[in-house]
């Protein structure tokens, strides 16, 4: 059974680079059954996808995020990571990492989530 | 881009049916999945592609989705049921993309 653990800092100052690492353990991120996902929270709010990645490489970012938002894969570490630069107090938020099945054309639903990392912008 | 309305909050006794729409146009052409997030925690997927439960899910969580419309209900509402809950679909217009509504807050009474 694949589980996620994201990990990094938990206060981040304004302007700066959010940087955040989910290690997927029970499975290998290069069995390309899925495609690895942030998503985000903001504090009393709604859920919002960021982005995902493939184990080839591939990336989809959300478009209202694209220009600040990176997300790569460490196939030797089992591991993908987030980066979010230029962050402000709007970007404070639990961060999610997620898993999507896919299987030909087909993609479905986040089916595993890690348990979320609050990450705050503040100076 | 795609857009999916849900209404804020929706309030059920113990024992009845809730019901929760996910609002998007022609949403019955898409796959939708729905998620249960209770405080604290992390979100869990009750219904993905319109109906099918996970493994562990009870079957009093069920989907349906036509036309404009696809509603999760939740039938012998029980206490442990409350939380807020969010429906989600692939953006047709960019096939890519990923799109959640805004979340229903379930309230047992």
């Known amino acids: 059974q694949v589980q996620l653990q994201e990990s990094g800092p938990g206060l981040v100052k304004p302007s700066q680079t959010l940087s955040l690492t989910c290690t997927v353990s029970?499975?290998?991120?290069?069995?390309?059954?899925?495609?690895w996902s942030w998503i985000r929270q903001p504090p009393g709010k709604g859920l919002e996808w960021i982005g995902y990645i493939y184990y080839s490489g591939s990336t989809y970012y959300n478009p209202s995020l694209k220009s600040r938002v990176t997300i790569s894969v460490d196939t030797s570490k089992n591991q993908f990571s987030l980066k979010l630069s230029s962050v402000t107090a709007a970007d404070t938020a639990v961060y999610y990492c997620?898993?999507?099945?896919?299987?030909?054309?087909?993609?479905?639903?986040?089916?595993?989530w890690g348990q979320g990392t609050m990450v705050t912008v503040s100076s | 881009s795609y857009v999916l309305t849900q209404p804020p909050s929706v309030s059920v006794a113990p024992g009845q049916t809730a019901r929760i729409t996910c609002g998007g146009n022609?949403?019955?052409?898409?796959?939708v999945h729905w998620y249960q997030q209770k405080p604290g925690q992390a979100p869990v997927l009750v219904v993905y592609d319109d109906s099918d439960r996970p493994s562990g899910i009870p079957e009093r969580f069920s989907g349906s989705n036509s036309g404009n419309t696809a509603t999760l209900t939740i039938s012998r509402v029980e206490a442990g049921d409350e939380a807020d809950y969010y429906c989600?679909?692939?953006?047709?217009?960019?096939?890519?993309?990923?799109?959640f509504g805004g979340g229903t807050k379930l309230t047992v009474l």
């Open positions: 022609n949403i019955g052409s898409k796959s």
């Open positions: 997620a898993s999507i099945y896919v299987w030909g054309s087909y993609r479905g639903a986040f089916d595993i």
């Open positions: 989600q679909v692939w953006d047709s217009s960019s096939d890519h993309h990923v799109v």
């Open positions: 029970g499975g290998s991120i290069s069995s390309g059954d899925y495609y």
